[in-house]
């Protein structure tokens, strides 16, 4: 018997809590990048140090960078939201073209620009290995999108298996998550460990629906964090799991590429205490300037988390040759000054950006356009799935060899990417109809 689905009956029409939560969590990670991102300029040479590697202690700070399970949460929800409202008209393959083409749109933009950089830079002669390092660095975060896309395309199923087995849901996807890691860590076969890129984070999505659902109370939250938090250092003290929630060159395990069970349990910690939170933040931040700041913040946390390694690219090119940053010894007083220094820069250069993109946001925050083509609904569903699919492993390979894997353009993801996003904008025109039954 499927279980109702309750409505949140008192949750006020704009969750400003949530709003905060989104816009927060993609600041915490860009600011997380942008301090890890030690850039150096020794000899004539650019380079780069890892203060994870170099300061282990530090690999606690990861802790609280590592939020990208707050924001898959809230896109849970806000997709089960879009998906409740959408009117009867939507089909299902108009409302998933629709989400598809508002994230692949600004992004398509962002990789062809980074695409004609990388082309001038190598006509104008620069070093391969110089391409290779700048290349990678903007493209790094992009992995995020790869996910994100593969998880709104699943919200009808994912909203459905919420209806049919409520908290079950969730709760299986976070099991399977558990019996590959046992596989993949304590039988010895890692690369079984990939498909915990969507057991984890399609648990946490999933959660984010459940909570729309209202099956989601503030005691349980609670008693999820608390579990999680009681369960986490035994994690990564006695159990196979590092410290730090980011990839460290060097361990053996790593807790988010892929996932692993030590960040689901940080998730939930973080779930569970800020979606308990809620209720009391959405009083606070209905008065005063609060709902406009929300607005501001998040029309533009597409654009901040994705050109935001640009300034990290022109304050390292003009900062260090010139001396005016310094480059004081790694771990120092001198140095922790200069981090912040280069917070501050980088913050007041994306600003600037920012404003720029804004100006510009008829294409830089353009959807993909679409177009008609003679095809059924049915054959023009499955080239929406393919073209995501190809978009995401797409944005997958630029993650992981950047935008000029040795030196050279990445033809691959790129044919890939452009092949996608056609798939995506062809809208079919052919109109099916059931015969009348007599």
Known sequence: MALMDTTRASA?????????????????????????????????????????????????????????????????????????????????????????????????????????????????????????????????????????????????VAVAAHQRFGLGAPAALAACLVVVDVIGIGAGHPEVRILNYFFCWAAIYQLGIAWHGALVRRRL???????????????????PYPIAMIGVPGDRVENSAPPSVALLALAAVQIGVLLALVPMLNRALARGAWPRILTVANDNVMALYLWQMLPVIVVTLIGYPTGLLPQPPLGSGAWWLARLEWELVLAVVTAGLLCLLYWGRRLFAAPVPTFNVPVTPVVGEALLYAGTAACALALSLLSADGFAPGGRLPVVATVLFAGGLLLVAARPSVVTTVPAQE
Do not use: C, K
């Open 12 to 156: 006020p029409e704009r969750e400003l809590a949530l709003d905060l939560y989104r816009s927060s969590a993609v600041i915490l990670v860009v600011i997380g990048h942008w301090l890890l991102s030690v850039m150096t300029y020794r000899d004539g040479e650019f380079g780069r140090d890892n203060p994870l590697v170099l300061m282990p202690w530090t690999q606690w700070i990861t802790w609280g960078f590592q939020v990208v399970p707050v924001f898959f949460a809230v896109a849970g929800y806000a997709s089960a939201v879009s998906w409740a409202r959408r009117d009867a008209a939507t089909t299902r393959q108009e409302w998933i073209r629709r989400r598809v083409a508002r994230t692949l749109g600004p992004t398509g933009v962002y990789a062809g620009f980074m695409l004609v950089v990388m082309v001038v830079l190598m006509l104008a002669g620069i070093d391969g290995s110089v391409l290779e390092l700048g290349g990678w660095a903007v493209a790094m975060h992009l992995w995020f999108l790869a996910v994100y896309l593969m998880v709104v395309t699943l919200t009808p």
């Open 221 to 239: 939250l609670v008693a999820m964090a608390v579990v999680a938090a009681a369960a986490l250092p035994l994690l990564v003290t006695w159990g």
